[in-house]
């Protein structure tokens, strides 16, 4: 494999990572949504361009990138999960299960604690975090408010039930990712993953019950249009749960989620949810309009930012910017602990430092492969400790999609309820039982023995 090579000497090959980590920073600090990131990436990638030395080993290094198998099926997933994922929230389910839940009284802390669980579900059902802040908050976040829950334990009951959903999800990219890098078998993943991931949840409902602040809703006026409870619309659970079932039946996860796609459809007719021209319709003057293409092309964005990341990932590769990371982790990683705390932290960092965790882990994959088995640490455990840490400082990190898009869902309601991303991370109680978990992990080495 040819090293790619660039001007300024050794600084040289940083300039792209420097160029995207500022840009993302100030799409952070911005508020940007996720043009922001695909500005970054992109951007690095020309400057790289610019300062590398050799132009046909620069494009073979971009092309090499994206000649990564996980490229594919996260792109595919992406698209895939977003039409399933709007078949679902286009029905009503998500409306007609809020309005239950208020029905029977759950207010309050009770309802900051329900929304965390229904949250988990949808999360863990589509695998996707960012696509279930916009099915859930415009729905969840506004009713919780009515119902007494203070505006900033509302966003966090939601974003911690995405981080859960995102950890453990079967078909959550940072599963794929985890278990693909470490060549890990994927059901076997996630069933040593809920070691974790469970007692992190189970933590996080408990302390929803216990530290939710209340507010008197009398003092809160929202103009919201009311949403018509349609039981019918309840069938649509089918859809998660053929995805689910696929994946415990080790299909494919293109597969799975086509199968869920098609019940989604079958169902939505069947029922009289949908209607055809619902789906997809062709109203002529070079248009095409209905739930299948808007899905479709509204993961414009983040398909882009993929293209950009895994890009920029190729050229990080072939300058030896990973291999420069691996000599820094291997003076650290001397022992099992210290191999396992090198992981959670390098993680943390890159994680924070990307904002999407599945690109972390792809960059750190061969790296912490290697180091693990150095240890004696099995491809599980390097598993879990990279997903698992990615759900802790991605997600407690203000400046990235995690708080930053959240944040901007709930000022759409009114200014006076807006929470500040920088006050999501403290009401994040997944993510911070998490990194609670992981350090009792490292330290006692909970988990390890049960994984070999």
Known sequence: MEKLEFRFGKFGKYIPLIVAALIIVKAAISQSNVNGYVVAFFAAVVVGACVSKDDKAYGDAIIYGLSRPMFSVIVLAVILAAISGKLISASGMVQTIASYVVNLGFTGRLFAAASFLITCLLAFATGTSVGTYFVVIPILFPVGVMAGVSPEYMIGAIVSGAAFGDNLG??????????????????????????????????????????????????????????????????????????????????????????????GIILGLVFGIYSVSDLLSFPGGFSVEGIIISSITGTVGTVCMLIGVFSLIGV???????????????????????????????????????????VAIVALGDIVNDIGKKNNINEYRRANLLDCAGCVFCFLSPFTVHCVIPAQQSAAFMESIAVNPASIPFVNFYSLSMLVILVIAIVTGYGAKKEE
């Open 170 to 263: 079967p078909i959550s990219d940072t599963t794929i990712a985890s278990s693909t890098t470490q060549h890990a078998d994927l059901g076997t993943v996630v069933k040593t993953r809920t070691r974790y991931s469970i007692p992190a949840a189970i933590s996080a409902l408990i302390l929803f019950l216990v530290f939710t602040k209340t507010i008197d809703v009398n003092s809160v006026s929202l103009e919201i249009n009311s949403t018509e409870v349609n039981p019918v619309s309840l069938i649509m659970l089918l859809v998660p749960a053929t995805i689910i079932v696929m994946c415990v039946m080790r299909k494919h996860l293109v597969v799975a989620l086509s199968l869920g796609i098609a019940v």
């Open 316 to 358: 990080m590769e072939r300058s030896g910017i990973f291999s420069d990371i691996g000599s820094l982790l291997s003076r650290f990683a001397k022992s099992r602990r210290s191999t396992e705390a090198t992981i959670v932290i390098s993680m943390g960092l890159l994680s924070m430092l990307t904002g999407v965790i599945s």
